[in-house]
């Protein structure tokens, strides 16, 4: 059974920094792609991120603007998003998924999601 836990967030001014983490279980971690996404107060989910399966290489959406880095731990199962030059508008519920930027969309295991506020 799939199992993700999201932590980490919380109420940060804009311009400062956050590291969220993603504990899983239930898949093998190594094997998946995994994804950040993140969804606004009365809007959609939207793709924030992906990170290969060794975690050399990661790309994400057009908002980040170099801000985020998306990390992965293939030893203790554990994925991140460090977030720095945080604004208002990433304000959001921050989830992660074990699909890919293609097919996030289909995942249906959601964690709790972690909240983040950027306000002054």
């Known amino acids: 059974q799939v199992q993700l836990v999201e932590s980490g967030g919380g109420l940060v001014q804009p311009g400062g920094s956050l590291r969220l983490s993603c504990a899983t279980s239930g898949f093998i971690f190594g094997a998946y792609v995994m994804t950040w996404v993140r969804q606004a107060p009365g809007k959609g989910r939207e793709w924030v991120g992906s990170i290969i399966t060794s975690g050399e290489n990661a790309w994400y959406a057009d908002f980040v603007e170099g801000r985020f880095t998306i990390s992965r731990d293939n030893r203790r199962n554990i994925l991140y998003l460090q977030m720095n030059s945080l604004k208002p508008d990433d304000t959001a519920i921050y989830y992660c998924?074990?699909?890919?930027?293609?097919?996030?969309?289909?995942?249906?295991?959601w964690g709790q999601g972690t909240q983040v506020t950027v306000s002054p």
């Open positions: 998924a074990n699909r890919d930027n293609v097919d996030w969309r289909s995942f249906r295991s």
